[in-house]
């Protein structure tokens, strides 16, 4: 796989997560994500480090399978999330995107800069989360799944919820 390749794949699987989020395509989304999926928003462990270790370390989202990833939606789904409901409005911006094909022709590690403007319908508040975004893309079959998001948020102030559909 050529690094045009691996970018025009990661590109478009990362542009369908931002706009399933803002579109509440529930389902098309959680189909992005490998079985074995990894989302993680890291806290941050002072003003120049993010944490590092799940096991050890505070995060502001950790959900280690897609498994989870799918017990989240249902919640919010099912209006069983007070905190998200009413959900917000939101529109994730993807940028700066890179990718690099890993081994073979069943990897691909990306970045990308990312920026989720919020409208919290309920204050009538708005709101920004801005950081980069990694992740770890899987061939399977013929699909890329995601098997790993990790979004270190440049603004963890918290000034609103955060969850899978605000980052």
Do not use: C
């Not at 796989?1 to 706009?19: K, Y």
């Not at 950081?131 to 699909?143: H, K, M, P, S, W």
Request: glycine fraction near 4%.
């Amino acid at each position: 796989m050529t690094p045009a390749e691996a970018l025009a794949a990661a590109a478009d699987v990362i542009h369908r997560d931002a706009l399933y989020l803002d579109e509440r395509r529930w389902d098309e989304w959680l189909a992005l994500y490998h079985d074995d999926a990894e989302f993680w928003v890291p806290a941050w462990r002072n003003e120049n480090e993010p944490t590092a270790d799940v096991e050890s370390e505070i995060s502001l989202v950790y959900l280690s399978s897609r498994e989870q990833l799918a017990e989240r939606v249902a919640r919010v789904k099912g209006g069983r999330s007070p905190a998200s409901s009413p959900l917000p409005r939101t529109a994730h911006a993807v940028s700066n995107l890179t990718a690099t094909p890993g081994d073979g022709e069943r990897e691909i590690a990306a970045q990308a800069v990312i920026a989720t403007h919020i409208y919290d319908v309920r204050r009538r508040e708005t709101h920004l989360f801005f950081g980069r975004a990694e992740f770890r893309l899987v061939r399977v079959g013929a699909d890329w799944k995601i098997r790993r998001k990790k979004i270190v948020l440049m603004n963890d102030y918290l000034s609103t919820i955060v969850d899978f559909y605000t980052v």
